[in-house]
């Protein structure tokens, strides 16, 4: 048994396709094949189950493949305790943030960790809470970006800064006269939110309560979700286009996309709904230093002012 085998099975469990987990282990598929029967002769065990179309692992394939991950992740562990001897912040660090998140913090936060670790180079992607989730848990990404609450096994959470939401608007829109908006103002008005997934469109309707009859009563406030895979800047579309308000955390209703004559933002009144970002990574990570700087990066930059 091999650590090459067991990166073979654990990607064909994912990919559930022998073509599919080949390529992304850059060996022919014949290659892969033997080298998974061969696997399964060494335990005396079948640990897929394959057809025509699809390969699935059987319920015994299932957890050894389970321990197959635990293995390698254990196996990068090392790698990088090695590497973080020599020096935390010279290889590439492996960031992820929601998508309400990373497009209105990594233009502030990315110029100031190029000046405190100019030799660290940052990879960085975008994500639903969920999919960040298990790409931390697997080694795959090094930290991510999150809103609270967010909890995980071995996984250390920490809040970075606080977002007040506020309420974007035409200028011409009735609301804009008011200085302040309470959460009943919103009443007969249409708000635009994002699509089911997106863990801020629960954020709204949380902070927001009168926002949650509108899905099942339409005689207060008309809600409308926008399209899978929409964004918030999808949102300041839409709401310039005539088609309604909507809510955003700070940071994305401050970016500019339109003159300002165009689209306003008003505060909500006293005690004003927010959400509380934080900064999340594998316990077991040993580059406490890159993590440090980060953190260090983020809060320079004020992102939240």
Same mark, same amino acid.
């Given at each position: 048994?091999?650590?090459?085998?067991?990166?073979y099975i654990?990607?064909?469990?994912?990919?559930?396709?022998f073509?599919?987990a080949?390529e992304?282990?850059?060996?022919?598929?014949?290659?892969?094949?033997?080298?998974?029967?061969?696997?399964e002769?060494?335990?005396?065990?079948?640990?897929?189950?394959?057809?025509k179309?699809?390969?699935?692992?059987?319920?015994?394939?299932?957890?050894?493949?389970?321990?197959?991950?635990?293995v390698?992740?254990?196996?990068?562990?090392?790698?990088?305790?090695?590497?973080?001897?020599?020096?935390?912040?010279?290889?590439?660090?492996?960031?992820g943030?929601?998508?309400?998140i990373?497009?209105?913090?990594?233009?502030?936060?990315?110029?100031?960790?190029?000046?405190?670790?100019?030799?660290?180079?940052?990879?960085?992607?975008?994500?639903? /809470?969920?999919? @960040?989730?298990? $790409?931390?848990?697997?080694?795959?990404?090094? !930290? &991510?970006? *999150?809103?609270?609450?967010?909890?995980?096994?071995?996984?250390?959470?920490?809040?970075?800064?606080?977002?007040?939401?506020?309420?974007?608007?035409?200028?011409?829109?009735?609301?804009?006269?008011?200085?302040?908006?309470?959460?009943?103002?919103l009443?007969?008005?249409?708000?635009l939110?994002?699509g089911?997934g997106?863990?801020?469109?629960?954020?709204v309707?949380?902070?927001?309560?009168?926002?949650?009859?509108?899905?099942?009563?339409h005689s207060?406030?008309?809600?409308?979700?926008?399209?899978?895979?929409?964004?918030?800047?999808?949102l300041?579309?839409?709401?310039?286009?005539?088609?309604?308000?909507?809510?955003?955390?700070?940071?994305?209703?401050v970016?500019?996309?339109?003159?300002p004559?165009?689209?306003?933002?008003?505060?909500?009144?006293?005690?004003s709904?927010?959400? /509380?970002?934080? @900064?999340?990574w $594998?316990?077991?990570?040993?580059?406490?230093? !890159? &993590?440090? *700087?980060?953190?260090?990066?983020?809060?320079?930059?004020?992102?939240?002012?």
């Amino acid at each position: 048994m091999t650590l090459t085998e067991l990166r073979y099975i654990v990607t064909l469990a994912q990919e559930q396709h022998f073509g599919r987990a080949a390529e992304r282990c850059f060996v022919s598929q014949p290659t892969l094949s033997i080298a998974v029967k061969k696997l399964e002769d060494e335990l005396g065990v079948a640990l897929f189950e394959r057809s025509k179309s699809r390969v699935q692992s059987t319920p015994l394939g299932e957890q050894i493949i389970a321990q197959a991950q635990q293995v390698l992740e254990q196996t990068a562990a090392i790698k990088e305790m090695a590497s973080a001897g020599k020096d935390q912040l010279s290889s590439p660090l492996n960031v992820g943030a929601i998508f309400t998140i990373g497009p209105f913090l990594f233009p502030h936060f990315i110029p100031q960790l190029q000046e405190l670790a100019p030799s660290m180079s940052l990879y960085v992607e975008e994500g639903y /809470t969920a999919t @960040l989730r298990q $790409r931390l848990r697997k080694g795959e990404l090094d !930290a &991510i970006l *999150v809103a609270l609450p967010f909890t995980e096994p071995d996984v250390v959470t920490q809040p970075l800064y606080d977002e007040p939401f506020v309420v974007l608007m035409e200028r011409s829109h009735p609301l804009a006269s008011q200085r302040a908006i309470a959460p009943e103002d919103l009443d007969g008005h249409d708000v635009l939110l994002l699509g089911d997934g997106h863990c801020f469109r629960d954020q709204v309707l949380e902070a927001v309560p009168n926002l949650q009859p509108s899905l099942e009563n339409h005689s207060q406030t008309h809600t409308r979700t926008a399209a899978e895979g929409s964004s918030l800047d999808t949102l300041k579309h839409m709401v310039a286009s005539g088609l309604g308000i909507t809510i955003l955390p700070m940071s994305a209703a401050v970016a500019p996309l339109y003159a300002p004559n165009v689209l306003v933002t008003r505060p909500f009144a006293d005690p004003s709904p927010q959400r /509380t970002v934080a @900064l999340a990574w $594998r316990a077991s990570f040993p580059r406490h230093k !890159a &993590i440090d *700087v980060l953190r260090q990066a983020i809060n320079q930059c004020q992102i939240n002012h």
